[in-house]
């Protein structure tokens, strides 16, 4: 096979003939999408089809990032608007299993909505522990306070989108909670000691090592590699996420692009496969840029296509369910008066 190890975003609502001659020769694992290239469903089935078609695989994963809240790439009128993390938290907080029910059941009606325009894999849940000062990137997709909760809930949304035939991604490994910047614009240094980190951000990753995919976080850990970013860190890879966290499953980068790193697109990749990820995602279209990860990462292989084939093989059918009575189900949830058990519903 000639799969390369990289998920590319495109540039617009179709593939140009440009970039359909760059996927051919590149042939990236994946597609992720964002607002960009979304008009209407039936464009964006079309979109998707035809990247599939032109990489020769239908089962190319699909990714998005579909949180609800700030994070929602498919946006009303064309698709439902779900509420920000922090509400499933709230709810847990009043009925723990009222919080659990809500969370599942919102992960059901997202696979739902993705599921239906071929879209395999949304870049959700988010375990990510928030401190008192930290900055406001995750702010109100945070679940809660504590690993346990946070945990929890992440975990409810993952099994509520596998439910539905959807595979999710657990970001950002091993926690983006602790950060005073944002990651997208700076660098973040995280200063807490080593065994702080293990009792909180690495807790509720720890707790979600059976996921199938996650995505690293651009954070340095000053207490085990005040060197380098999580992401090209071979020590946070190994002895954190490998080891502490006991995370098996495909290990990718967040947006290779972003401000937080330095140095070339080249030298990014180095260092990520370097450091030990599986995948590198590269997220903003640019064509220029796209190419040069192209030429840098390593066919996929080895343990890396171990883990990509094992990620695939956990997606299955979606389980019947009435959608009307469960968005019903959902909101009466969110207002505090519904059933606890909403998964039931079929």
Known sequence: MSVRAFICGVSGVDLSGTECRFLREADPWGLILFQRNVDSPEQLRRLIERFREVVGRDDAP????QEGGRVQRLRPPQWPSYPPGCEYGRIYDGDRARGLAAARLAGRLIAADLAALGISVNCL???????SGSDAVIGDRAYGLTAVKVAAIAAALAEGLCAGGVLPVVKHIPGHGRATVDSHVRLPTVDADRAMLE????????ALNHLPLGMTAHVVFSAIDPAAPATFSATIVNEVIRGSIGFDGVLMTDDISMGALAGTMTA???ASIAAGCDIVLHCNGRADEMQ????????????AARRAAAALAVRRPPEPIDLA???AAFLELLSGTGPINPQALS
């Open 62 to 65: 699909i990714f998005v990032d």
């Open 125 to 131: 849940p988010v375990a990510d522990v928030p401190v």
């Open 199 to 206: 009792r909180t951000d690495f807790a509720a990753f720890r």
């Open 268 to 270: 990014r990749v180095r």
């Open 292 to 303: 040069l990860v192209a030429a840098e990462v390593p066919l996929l292989q080895g343990e």
């Open 325 to 327: 009575a469960a968005r």
